[in-house]
């Protein structure tokens, strides 16, 4: 990347994919990828390499989250080095697979952009996700996307917390982009939710396309919700959860909690009141799939941040 007068040059975008059923139970991106397939008319685009996909076969077959292990935390260091064996985990198999396809990750060789389609059962409506505040090419994106969609809308995550980050599929890319949209039950195929992850893809790709083609785009700035803490569910001696998220909480996504605010009620009836010292932002409330991952929700803080100007570096 080179910058002059706080234009920051990129290299073009030339090869993008679209992944589904990194979880096989997540309906929207799954179906679409597999339309995509057969015809793949609708996200053709001037000068790209579009190649829809599908993530973790078998767990689409038996349409469940995976098979021995998420994929979407496989693609560690150690997972993606470690010699070809019998025995493996599907999803490290899987993850080593993808990696020689569509990467390696963190080489010149990789795929520029990878777009991975999600579903949650939470309500947090349509969103984005960043892995870098600092990613100028994927900013400018989820900005011209917030731009065309409205007035409907899309939050944006941005997930860099060292403890919290983790290895997911589309981190193979140069530009590694997720899309979680909900509420949708694990299995589901919702209409609005289907259009509203395809509107979303339709945008992106329109804008790589732009992009490529020289279309400068001038500073912005995008707003974030960024990744704080993860929040348990009370639980006994044993393990054992001992309440569930509050009423008052229940699908409030990107709503702020307050000190004070209602988060917990035990199954005797005693609310447990959130005791932050700051306000913050809660996403993927009671998602289903996170109670094995000892997960109730995650608590994020809103934040600006700005982006240069971007153009296509000249050769």
């Not at 993008?16 to 597999?34: D, R, Y």
């Amino acid at each position: 990347m080179s910058s002059r007068t706080n234009i920051s040059c990129l290299q073009e975008a030339k090869r993008v994919a679209i992944f589904g059923g990194t979880h096989g139970n997540e309906m929207s991106g799954i179906t679409l990828v597999n339309m995509w397939i057969q015809n793949s008319a609708e996200i053709e685009r001037n000068g790209l390499v579009i190649k829809p996909f599908i993530s973790s076969p078998r767990a689409v077959e038996k349409c469940t989250r995976y098979i021995d292990t998420d994929l979407n935390r496989a693609f560690t260091p150690e997972n993606l080095s470690s010699p070809d064996a019998e025995g493996l985990p599907y999803e490290v198999q899987r993850a080593k697979e993808i990696n020689r396809m569509f990467g390696p990750k963190g080489s010149s060789d990789a795929y520029d952009v990878i777009f991975d389609l999600h579903n949650t059962t939470s309500n947090m409506g349509s969103t984005l996700i960043l892995e870098s505040s600092t990613d100028l090419f994927n900013l400018q994106m989820v900005h011209y996307i917030k731009k065309a969609i409205a007035p409907h809308t899309c939050s944006v995550l941005l997930n860099e917390h060292p403890q919290l980050k983790y290895s997911t599929t589309r981190s193979v890319a140069k530009h590694p982009i997720g899309l979680e949209v909900g509420p949708q039950p694990q299995g589901v195929l919702r209409s609005n939710v289907f259009e509203s992850m395809r509107t979303i893809l339709k945008h992106a790709l329109d804008f790589i396309e732009l992009f490529n083609s020289g279309v400068e785009f001038p500073p912005c700035t995008v707003d974030v919700f960024r990744v704080q803490e993860r929040m348990d569910y009370p639980r006994d001696t044993n393990g054992n959860i001992t309440a569930m998220v509050h009423p008052h909480l229940q699908d409030c996504d990107w709503e702020p909690l307050n000190r004070g605010d209602p988060m917990f009620l035990t199954f005797d009836g005693r609310t447990i009141l959130y005791e932050g010292a700051n306000t913050v932002y809660p996403t993927f409330i009671n998602e289903a799939a996170y109670y094995e991952k000892q997960q109730a929700f995650m608590t994020t803080c809103r934040e600006i941040l700005a982006a240069n100007a971007i153009r296509k570096a000249c050769k």
